[in-house]
């Protein structure tokens, strides 16, 4: 459902999914015994000011705490995104989005879209009923960014400061300032009303495999990619059980394992003969480190049995991984 808030010459238009920014409490000060995802996106702009020359327009694409984030209404998100930004008087895209898994839609849709305008997700740690909900002030600056000429790319907007889709981390589990770009820092800030960018915006449309958004599209399901973190008397068992289910003729089997690694992407003995095993068994694996800052930097002179991810966090080379097993034969 659709909803027009204001009549003006560009569109913002602004997505709704869910998220503690749509949540309620029961008491005004209680800001985590609260339900996420209940309140329409449409009342969370009531009261919020577009910048100038915008029009807003408000729809529902889901209603869910974003704990719980499926692969259903990650593709309706990027086919609302694809149709709203096809429009010409479409100047950008707002998403409310819970903060758990933020982070994995936006580099989803940046995968998928690379977008030539800009898709802003926004936030909020505490409920829309809270005594000071930080919710309204993210949804302003979000529209802001995307009413902003010549912005472009996925990005998250949280607490002022403007993140790329390739950089977002949630790094807080209650503070309202809760993401961070890690070394590259954020893309910019949001100071009343005025973005201060410190970097450029992500990257343009020609980034985006060929084919790769109607293959996401088409997809029956997309590829099974598990994430297991390399730690402390590790063990492979987790891994040749999903083998084992592979033999069995699973209905969804695993095609590929993203390795949490510790450090610069070292491994636990056990689990990497294990990940080795999968490997010789048809299994794509990864390396990603469990590190919250820095990359795995190659060894100069030495080929890596298990392939490296660079910065991708392991939650990021898990979604970089099922879309390049997308384009296999056998997930078609
Ligand atoms: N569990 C909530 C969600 O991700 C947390 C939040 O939005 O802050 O939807």
Redesign the pocket.
């Known amino acids: 459902m659709a909803q027009d808030i204001r009549d003006g010459r560009r569109r913002v238009i602004v997505l709704g999914t869910?998220?503690?920014?749509a949540?309620r409490a029961a008491a005004p000060g209680d800001n985590i015994g609260y339900a996420?995802?209940q309140v329409g996106v449409s009342d969370l702009l009531s009261g919020i000011e577009a910048p100038d020359g915008i029009s807003l327009l408000a729809e529902q694409v889901a209603q869910?705490?974003?704990?719980d984030m499926t692969s259903v209404v990650w593709r309706e998100l990027a086919l609302r995104c694809a149709h709203w930004l096809a429009e010409p008087d479409v100047a950008g895209i707002v998403i409310t989005?819970?903060?758990?898994?933020?982070e994995e839609t936006a580099f989803f849709l940046q995968s998928v879209l690379s977008p030539h305008k800009p898709v802003v997700l926004t936030?909020?740690?505490r409920p829309a009923t809270a005594l000071a909900p930080d919710g309204p002030q993210n949804v302003r600056d979000a529209l802001v960014v995307a009413a902003m000429p010549g912005a472009h790319g996925v990005v998250a907007v949280c607490a002022g400061t403007v993140h790329s889709a390739f950089d977002v981390r949630k790094v807080h589990t209650y503070r309202l300032d809760a993401f961070d770009s890690g070394d590259a820092g954020p893309l910019g800030y949001v100071e009343e009303g005025v973005v201060r960018l410190h970097r450029s915006w992500p990257g343009a449309a020609a980034d985006v495999a060929s084919g790769l958004f109607e293959r996401m599209i088409e997809a029956r399901t997309w590829p099974r990619v598990e994430i297991l973190v390399s730690h402390a008397e590790a063990r492979g068992s987790i891994v040749d059980s999903l083998l084992q289910e592979r033999r069995l003729g699973a209905a969804e089997p695993v095609q590929g394992l993203v390795l949490a690694a510790t450090g610069n992407g070292t491994l636990h003995h056990a689990l990497e003969e294990a990940a080795l095993r999968a490997q010789s068994a048809g299994v794509a694996v990864v390396r990603a480190t469990r590190c919250a800052q820095g990359r795995i930097l190659p060894k100069a002179g030495e080929a890596e049995s298990i392939p490296s991810v660079g910065a991708l966090t392991p939650v990021k080379a898990r979604i970089a991984l099922m879309l390049e097993l997308l384009g296999s034969p056998s997930t078609a």
């Open positions: 869910g998220g503690t920014i949540g996420a995802g869910i705490d974003s704990k989005h819970g903060t758990d898994t933020l936030c909020a740690m």
